[in-house]
């Protein structure tokens, strides 16, 4: 109701956001196809608008439910327009995100290299926005892929020391 009436005062920003919104609860709902609706909708408005911001958020809603679907390709098409998008809206958190997200496509994909080589630079990029959790993420990412490439010291070593950070960080590990 709010979403048509904002659209029918002409506020097609506002109305945008509720589909944002809408979208990111059909998200933590795992509805992600619903979500994708939404997002997508709230994302063209943003884009006609020039909110280069807004589009930024609601790629990593996008990623996130295609990740979920396991649609890959598109999960990384995405990430190579965050890359061209960060430097522009100083969004470079969420390009950390969005290489982490980066390696999970390509895991899904199984190119195994392609997806450790995107992590030490998530990895960087995380601790140079003073985001030791995240760079952790990025560790427990390569652990597990080390793990899979059967190189168990490295990917033990590895976890460890990610662990060791989530654990002085009290952050839960799923």
């Not at 998008?85 to 195994?112: C, I, T, W």
Request: charged share 20%; hydrophobic share 45%; net charge neutral.
């Amino acid at each position: 109701t709010a979403r048509e009436s904002l659209r029918n005062l002409g506020y097609t920003i506002e109305a945008a956001r509720t589909h944002q919104n809408i979208g990111e609860t059909f998200a933590l709902s795992g509805r992600y196809n619903e979500a994708i609706k939404h997002v997508s909708e709230a994302r063209q408005t943003f884009l006609q608008d020039q909110r280069l911001r807004d589009v930024v958020d609601a790629e990593r809603v996008l990623r996130h439910c295609l990740l979920h679907l396991r649609r890959f390709q598109e999960v990384l098409t995405l990430c190579t327009a965050m890359r061209a998008m960060a430097d522009q809206v100083d969004a470079q958190f969420h390009l950390a995100e969005a290489m982490l997200q980066e390696a999970s496509a390509y895991v899904g994909l199984g190119n195994y290299g392609a997806a450790i080589a995107a992590l030490p630079a998530a990895r960087q990029l995380c601790l140079a926005l003073d985001h030791q959790v995240w760079a952790a993420r990025a560790d427990l990412y390569e652990a597990l892929l080390l793990y899979r490439q059967h190189e168990y010291g490295r990917s033990l070593l590895l976890a460890q020391q990610a662990i060791g950070v989530m654990q002085r960080h009290e952050q839960p590990m799923a």
